[in-house]
């Protein structure tokens, strides 16, 4: 979240910024609302300092004039009856519109949208080669016997998937590798997340009320079905004031996901590619607010590390202004080639959020050299998404006879099986 002080400050290059996004946003009439408040809040804090003098003076008054001064007194009670419903009502509207304010766009961030989404600043291959009549992820899983969208959409409908066999065991080994390379490599602290979250959780994160039209609520509940394990990890030290000397705080979490949204119709909704539940493994740190750009360029480095030991041709996209997540100030996506689909399939977001989530959650640093308090910042990155790496492998990794190759960091994870083969479907 953004000080309402600083945008009232900095209006101009609060507008100049959030104007590169690609949305409307509320500024002017957040600042209207804001004027007004002041105006309230100076009534309001007159009347109670009248009202505070008039009620000491009546118990110092002659019998003549305190009923005068009761008289006065009840005159500017009725005046604060008035005046506090409207300055509770103007606070009320301006924290619900400061929700729905962005983060700023970091300078350095290239300005774009959709159609301009960004520079890539690293591709891991040669430019692909499109290849006629390659098979897709659905042809290929379902040739292996290990992917079945009838029998899931029996279960609970359109845009959900179930792994079969080998199928399941890959995408276990996935989880578990994904999650051992941070935590044996470099560092992060693994944590096993609530699938259920709060209201408070979600908006501190960013995800509310920007996202509540993409997000599973609970039906009679405050209660809301994770989108990201982001929201679990930004909320994991809400309230706290840090030790400085102990950041970075590095956490790495594996957890389904669920979004309403399952993209428009077309190739985008065929297979794995946008489905309603989905796994993740996710990153995130906690770091000094003049470290955290240092941190945003090691994290990026680590998701790569999962690409690169998947053997997957990968990129690396700087996202353009007006297609930054919303809390993000920067953003890197890492993209994999999908020869099935022929176009690069985003399977990372990394992002330094500086202090957005961080001042919502009220988690600050304190140094021990002045004891001094600030705002910490946060980072998150997806290390990788499943469904869209599964595909790269499966897309990937097939061959002539039918086969798919199986990374050989994931071979230990399934009984050190080499290669997937159609005759060996069990269904």
Known sequence: MLPLSFIRENKALVQERLGTRSTDIPLNQLLELDDRRRVLLSDVEQLRAKRNDLSKNIGKSSDSKRAQLINKTREVSDELKRSEPELAEVEARIGSLLLEIPMLPDPSVPIGNAQHPGTVHFTSTAEPTIEQDRPNHVE????????????????????????????????RALISWLISIQTQTHGYRELYLPALVTGTAMTNAGKLPKFAGDSYRI??????????????????????????????????????????????????????????????????????PEKSYAALEEMRSHAETALKGLELPYRVREVATGDLGFSAAKQYDLEVWSPGAADWLEVSSISNCE?????????????????????????????????????????????????????????????????????????
């Open 140 to 171: 290929i899983a379902e040739s292996l016997g290990i992917l079945d969208f009838a029998r899931s959409s029996r279960i609970s409908g359109s845009g959900f998937w179930m792994f079969m066999g080998v199928g399941a065991q890959l995408q």
């Open 219 to 288: 039906d009679n509940s405050q209660l809301w079905l994770s989108p990201t394990a982001e929201v679990a990890l930004s909320e994991f030290h809400a309230g706290e004031t840090l030790d400085a000397n102990n950041v970075p705080a590095r956490y790495v979490a594996y957890s389904p996901a669920f979004r309403r949204e399952a993209g428009s119709a077309g190739t985008e909704t065929r297979g794995l590619r946008r489905v309603h539940q989905f796994d993740k493994v996710e990153l995130f740190q906690i770091t000094a």
């Open 355 to 427: 202090a957005f989530q961080t001042r919502r959650a009220g988690i600050r640093l304190r140094k021990p050299e002045n004891r001094k308090t600030e705002y910490a910042h946060s980072l998150n990155g997806t290390a990788l998404g499943l469904p869209r790496t599964f595909i790269a492998l499966l897309e990937t990794g097939f061959q002539k006879d039918g086969t798919v190759r199986i990374p050989e960091v994931l071979q230990p994870y399934l009984d050190n099986q080499r290669i997937l083969k159609p005759e060996d479907r069990w269904l």
